[in-house]
């Protein structure tokens, strides 16, 4: 049997649709559904059923690919690993959101970019969950890191770490809320305290007010900026409350430019996944990163 034909085979099962396993192949979607179809005369059983929005494996199609796809990543961890160039510099392209890339991921990633004989080049992209995973499935990026576990057989995840909420404001802002806690009845955000956030359906108050006081706020942003970094930064100006990872506000913490208003029994937490295509942990540059990435997380809570 021809490998390049189940090459094509396992990338449509994980990719569940003929055209994004195109566009991971570097082929054109006639070509790759010509393939199919010829796999599918020589085993004389059809292994997708076409639907509207991609394909399904069929019951033969399932069991195809549980064989098959092991041996094949297998063979293409060989190739990578003793059969390139020695002198060769692989890329490594990350994609995450922008202040948990830039303050965790990669300081630790540019470790693995020195010249050891196992560096490699290092791109980095900046996007929201949806935006990473979209582009880690069209063959974009190596790696993800994201707030949303996805679906399908395209993308594996693997949990990385779990980011403690706080809820902060300027000293000053401090009295407002008396004996530490907000004066929120019902849940409401204090009146006297205006309100930062990075976007105007406020996804951070909402979810620390849904958690912490069971309800959802009824303010509204005062100041809206895309970056949790400049929230901080306005946060310490004495612009309002916000809601912060404690990673990236203790150290700002530790200086008093912010004081945590409120410290539940139960911190809200939103846990973090590192996601990569199914089966290209078999490229060495991308399981080390992959593994790295995990060791270094362990540190990072």
């Known amino acids: ?26 082929l054109s979607q006639p070509a790759v559904t010509s393939q199919i179809r010829t796999l599918e005369r020589q085993l004389g059983r059809p292994l997708f059923l076409r639907q509207a929005r991609g394909v399904t494996p069929t019951s033969i199609g399932d069991e195809l690919a549980h064989k098959a796809a092991p041996h094949l990543d297998a063979l293409v961890e060989i190739t990578e690993s003793g059969l390139d160039d020695e002198s060769s510099v692989r890329t490594l392209h990350l994609a995450g959101p922008p202040e948990f890339t830039a303050e965790r991921a990669l300081p630790a990633l540019t470790a693995l970019t020195g010249e050891d004989g196992q560096g490699f080049a290092l791109r980095a992209s900046f996007g929201n969950a949806e935006e990473v995973l979209d582009g880690l499935s069209a063959g974009h990026h190596d790696l993800a890191i994201g707030t949303v576990r996805p679906r399908g057989r395209l993308l594996t995840a693997a949990p990385l770490c779990d980011e403690e909420h706080v809820l902060v404001a300027a000293p000053r802002w401090a009295g407002e809320t008396g004996s530490g806690r907000p004066r929120a009845k019902g849940g409401l955000v ?33 100041v809206i900026v895309p970056d949790l970094r400049a929230v901080l930064a306005c946060a310490a100006a004495g612009a309002g409350l916000a809601v912060l990872p404690r990673y990236l506000c203790a150290p700002a913490l530790a200086r008093g430019d912010v004081v945590a208003l409120h410290e539940p029994a139960v911190p809200p937490l939103r846990t973090y996944f590192l996601v990569v295509r199914t089966g290209t942990l078999a490229m060495p540059h991308i399981a080390r990163a992959h593994e790295w990435l995990l060791r270094a997380a362990s540190h990072w809570c």
Do not use: C, K
Request: no cysteine.
């Open 1 to 26: 049997m021809d490998l390049a034909l189940l090459r094509t085979f396992v990338t449509v099962h994980r990719a569940g649709s003929f055209t994004r396993a195109a566009a991971l192949l570097g």
């Open 190 to 222: 204090p009146r006297n305290i205006p309100v930062i956030e990075v976007h105007e359906s406020m996804p951070f108050v909402s979810r620390y007010w849904t958690s912490v006081f069971d309800s959802r706020p009824s303010a509204a942003g005062t």
